[in-house]
């Protein structure tokens, strides 16, 4: 075992094979990751569209990567690797949010405070109307539509989310389009 002022080297020995594990000391992390958290940031307010989901994306990158920091010394490109952390933790962040709310409870949907009582009962019949519409649409049709109109995430995005191939996204976004359309237009 090495040690110096910033970190202590050790060799781990798993079996055959060994390690060399670098442990960082707080200075030396803060150093390294803390410079990059605006561009952590950012790309985590561009995957969220929200900003304390962003923060709360760049709060957890910055844990896991205090969890995995002997193994940062390895990493040729810190904030590369930062950022993609954060943007990782910002998509499950929104996968999160995706399942746990209502697909229609988004700020955009909110009617004008400032129209008038009617306005607001019409707007208000129109979302219950959406709302119960998109349960008859299957669980990766509503997942698609949540991910594109609510979360505004592009195809590439919402592949990356679901685990699904674009043009599968491409498709379901389409027939749940199409679907919901029809629905609506019944029962106007």
Known sequence: MLKNNK????????????RLIVVMDSTTFKQLILPHSDAMYRMA?????????A??????????????????????DVRSYAVTTAK???INILRRRTFATDPMDYATMVPDPDSDTASRVEHSDM?????????SLSSNEQQVIRLRSQA?????????????????????????????????????
Not at 64 to 75: D, I, K, Q, T, Y
Not at 129 to 134: C, D, G, W
């Open 55 to 76: 923060l709360d994306a760049v709060q957890e990158s910055v844990a896991s990567l205090w969890e995995h920091r002997g193994e940062l010394s390895a990493v040729q």
């Open 7 to 18: 970190s202590t080297i050790r060799l781990s020995h798993i079996g055959s094979v060994t």
């Open 127 to 135: 979302l219950s109307k959406v709302r119960s519409l998109m349960k």
């Open 152 to 188: 505004e995430c592009s195809i590439s995005e919402i592949a990356s989310i679901t685990g699904l191939k674009e043009d599968n996204v491409r498709q379901l976004i389409s027939r749940a389009r199409r679907k919901l359309k029809e629905l609506y237009n019944n029962i106007i």
């Open 88 to 90: 990782r933790h910002a």
């Open 45 to 53: 307010y561009y995957v969220t569209a929200d900003r304390d989901d």
